[in-house]
């Protein structure tokens, strides 16, 4: 009987400054050598377009974001208040109910982009197979490990909106109640104060009036070195390549994951991070979200 297959796995960007498009730091297809570092692909050439290797780029748009119980939706937890919950814990802030639920307010709707993959697929292998990429391989002694940015979440304000704190309200806010007053469940827990007036409006200026990029999903790509004097049948993985000279050898492309890297898959980079659960919060299924520890 087949195990049942891994949920979604999300991985959180450092900010919100990466707004989605064929100039976004973060692109489908795009190669990466960090999990955790998406804006740093291994060539700065971007990533081969799916559309010529006849793969599609799907778009699901969320029709229904705004809920009438934000304070449902903020204990739910979706991806994107994780987000901005995990932005808030790295700024050390404290952030009030009703700021979590202005800055939900003023999102007009959320849209998902992916490339499914298969396993032996065509566009990873001529991916891997760039000069740039390449150069990285063989540099690595056929060691280094490859992901692709297979799927990105952008959230996409109102127009017109700006993203205050607190707003329409006549007196001055303090946040006061850690990260799991608005439902983390999670050791994400924001210091210092945050406070707000309306005679200020000062905003949450981690959240721009533009749209950003708030998660993405990766694919691991595997590969081998093989020895140009030996026959096809015997290669040599980045694991076991020991003692041989890098020229001596030839690259091999292994296929891509089946699944989405997880927090596991990352091996001793782990241990900075943790792994939490949320609903999707396209079509409210159950995803894992992959985000820093604090500190």
Wanted: proline letters at 7%.
């Amino acid at each position: 009987m087949p195990l049942p297959r891994q949920r979604p796995t999300y991985f959180l960007p450092p900010n919100f400054l990466n707004p989605p498009g064929p100039a976004s730091p973060i692109r489908l297809g795009q190669l990466i050598s960090n999990p955790s570092a998406p804006t740093t692909p291994i060539t700065r050439s971007g990533p081969l377009d799916p559309k010529d290797f006849d793969l599609e780029v799907h778009s699901m748009p969320m029709k229904t974001f705004r809920h009438e119980n934000q304070s449902q939706s903020l204990s739910e937890g979706g991806v994107f208040i994780r987000a901005v919950q995990g932005i808030v814990a790295k700024l050390n802030l404290n952030i009030s109910r009703e700021a979590y639920q202005n800055a939900l307010e003023q999102i007009d709707h959320l849209v998902a982009e992916f490339i499914e993959l298969s396993e032996e697929d065509e566009y990873v292998e001529k991916s891997l197979a760039q000069k740039h990429i390449q150069d990285f391989i063989t540099k690595g002694l056929f060691k280094k490990r490859v992901f692709m940015v297979t799927g990105i979440k952008i959230a996409y304000p109102g127009e017109g909106d700006s993203i205050s704190a607190e707003k329409g309200s006549k007196k001055t806010a303090e946040g006061g109640g850690d990260m799991s007053a608005v439902g983390t469940g999670s050791p994400l827990e924001g210091g210092g104060n945050f406070k707000t007036s309306a005679s200020t409006k000062r905003s949450l200026s981690f959240i721009p009036d533009h749209p950003f990029i708030y998660a993405y999903r990766l694919r691991e790509c595997f590969y081998g070195g093989r020895s140009k004097e030996t026959t096809k049948g015997a290669l040599l993985s980045r694991d076991t390549v020991s003692g041989h000279e890098p020229e001596a050898l030839e690259f091999d492309f292994q296929g891509v994951g089946s699944e989405d890297v997880t927090l596991e898959d990352m091996g001793p980079d782990g241990t900075a991070y943790i792994l939490l659960q949320a609903a999707d919060d396209l079509d409210g299924t159950q995803c894992d979200l992959v985000v820093p520890k604090c500190t």
